[in-house]
């Protein structure tokens, strides 16, 4: 199985300021059928489920305000909030959909400080 | 708009089989660029992946190895839904369910998971 770590465990970022979440997977997943990342990230919310907000490693989802970000490739990514809104404390996770068992990291939760 | 209903009871007592079902509007489970996932979460073990079916001229199913042996997906094309049963629950199988829609490459490829259900918090408790 891929195996999915996130760098911080948790942070906590001025109202305005940026807030960037490291993404780590144990082996590259980037595709050579499309020259694709096969890389997600999600924002969960306490009592909803995970909305995903970027796919192919950086493209955004319908409807996700352009502050998120995402980059990389291989097995090393990033997302970043440019500039943190009170609606972004929530929960994050980076997930795989490379090959299956589709993995998810155990997640970065961001706060106001 | 895609939209997935969860049914199913909250509470399953030990060895016994838990059952949900997803209900899917505004998609058909047929559709050659979709797949339909089973994740649950849970505080010790985080987001955990199931197992998906999807069709190609015929049902393929991906479960993952840790609860193959216990876990069916089952579409149901008459009712564009799928369901999923988990066999022999213990206690740590309790965690909040999840169907989920996954928006696949030609052929099957995996793709991004697009569509989440709202969620079931499932109790194995006696």
């Known amino acids: 199985d891929i195996v999915m770590t996130q760098s911080p465990d948790s942070l906590a970022v001025s109202l305005g300021e940026r807030a960037t979440i490291n993404c780590k997977s144990s082996q590259s997943v980037l595709h050579s059928s499309n020259n694709e990342n096969f890389l997600a990230w999600f924002q969960q919310k306490p009592g909803q489920p995970p909305k995903l907000l970027i796919y192919?490693?950086?493209t955004r989802e319908s409807g996700v305000p352009d502050r998120f970000s995402g980059s990389g490739s291989g097995t090393d990514f990033t997302l970043t909030i440019s500039s943190l809104q009170a609606e972004d404390v929530a929960v994050y996770y980076c997930q795989q959909y490379y090959t299956t068992p589709f993995t998810f990291g155990p997640g970065t939760k961001v706060d106001i400080k | 708009q895609v939209q997935l209903q969860q049914s199913g009871p909250g509470l399953v007592k030990p060895s016994q089989t838990l059952s949900l079902t997803c209900a899917i509007s505004?998609?058909?489970?047929?559709?050659?660029?979709?797949?339909w996932n089973w994740i649950r979460q849970s505080p010790s073990r985080g987001l955990e992946w199931l197992g998906r079916t999807y069709y190609r001229s015929q049902w393929y199913y991906d479960y993952a190895v840790f609860v193959k042996s216990r876990v069916t997906l089952n579409p149901d094309t008459s009712k564009n839904q799928f369901s999923l049963q988990l066999t022999s629950v213990t206690p740590e199988d309790t965690a909040v369910y999840y169907c989920?829609?996954?928006?696949?490459?030609?052929?099957?490829?995996?793709?991004?998971?697009?569509?989440w259900g709202q969620g079931t918090l499932v109790t194995v408790s006696s």
């Open positions: 989920v829609r996954e928006c696949t490459l030609v052929g099957g490829v995996p793709g991004y998971l697009q569509h």
């Open positions: 192919w490693a950086s």
């Open positions: 505004g998609d058909s489970i047929s559709s050659n660029r979709a797949a």
